[in-house]
């Protein structure tokens, strides 16, 4: 079992840039698969990032590429995503997801965090 509290999220203009985290807790939290996943107003839950367990393997759409950095810290047991150059179309509730595979994050997984805001203003 593992338990995910993201945090940084919040209010920017476009351009601006955010880090948010999430902790996980849990014995067994760095063999894991880490990711986020976002929500925006009227549409459907998609991965934005992954990272494998080692930090062997990371995953990002098309839309977040070259502006987002997905990385994780296994003896602090966080994961972070770096946003930068951030655009109104970024604007959603961003939820940290684990995956028991340790490579990648389904949208399956039981394990979500309870979701942080973000708002870009244009």
């Known amino acids: 079992q593992v338990q995910l509290v993201e945090s940084g999220g919040g209010l920017v203009q476009a351009g601006g840039s955010l880090r948010l985290s999430c902790a996980a807790s849990?014995?067994?939290?760095?063999?894991?698969?880490m990711g986020w996943f976002r929500q925006g107003p009227g549409k459907e839950r998609e991965l934005v990032a992954d990272?494998?367990?080692?930090?062997?393997?990371?995953f990002y759409v098309n839309s977040v590429k070259g502006r987002f950095t997905i990385s994780r810290d296994n003896a602090k047991n966080m994961v972070y995503l770096q946003m930068n150059n951030l655009k109104p179309e970024d604007t959603a509730v961003y939820y940290c997801?684990?995956?028991?595979?340790?490579?990648?994050?389904?949208?399956?997984?039981?394990?979500w965090g309870q979701g942080t805001q973000v708002t870009v203003s244009s």
């Open positions: 997801a684990a995956d028991r595979s340790g490579i990648v994050v389904l949208a399956s997984t039981p394990y």
């Open positions: 849990g014995r067994t939290a760095s063999n894991y698969a």
């Open positions: 990272i494998s367990w080692n930090s062997g393997r990371t």
